[in-house]
């Protein structure tokens, strides 16, 4: 009995590792998808990463902005071709999780461009929506 009471709390811990990295696996894959849609030039689809909803913020050096179609707007105005883009870099410094339905990034961010390379650092908060993880909150600076 004591065995399958201590397999059964093993089995228990292994699954709940699982799901943890297939999430932190989900996280990573978004922002992959970023990365490459960036350096090919489509901000399209690297905003589909965020969420498609009024409360999404995004924080950068001129302050909030609240909502997707402004972020993607503000997007589109400041890389408006592929010059401004350069191509995206990204070093995760950490990823957390902090329960079950939300992720905490924190990372550095470099465009090498042909009109003069920049970087900063960011921290994404990711939420898990209908079993698909989004931005819900950017800090990029």
């Not at 997007?75 to 990204?90: I, N, Q, S």
């Amino acid at each position: 009995m004591k065995k399958i009471i201590a397999i059964t709390i093993c089995l228990f811990f292994t699954a709940g590792s699982f799901a943890q990295s297939k999430d932190e696996q989900a996280v990573r894959n978004a922002l992959d998808i970023q990365t490459n849609a960036w350096n090919n030039g489509n901000i399209d689809v690297f905003m589909q990463t965020y969420w498609k909803s009024d409360s999404l913020v995004f924080i950068g050096k001129t302050g909030p902005t609240y909502g997707w179609r402004p972020t993607l707007d503000n997007y589109k105005k400041r890389y408006p071709d592929t010059a401004a883009m350069g191509k995206l870099h990204f070093d995760l410094l950490q990823l957390k999780p902090i329960n079950n339905n939300y992720y905490f990034v924190i990372g550095n961010w470099h465009l090498k461009r042909t009109i003069g390379d920049i970087g900063g650092i960011f921290t994404l908060l990711f939420r898990k929506i209908e079993g698909h993880w989004v931005i819900i909150a950017d800090h990029t600076s």
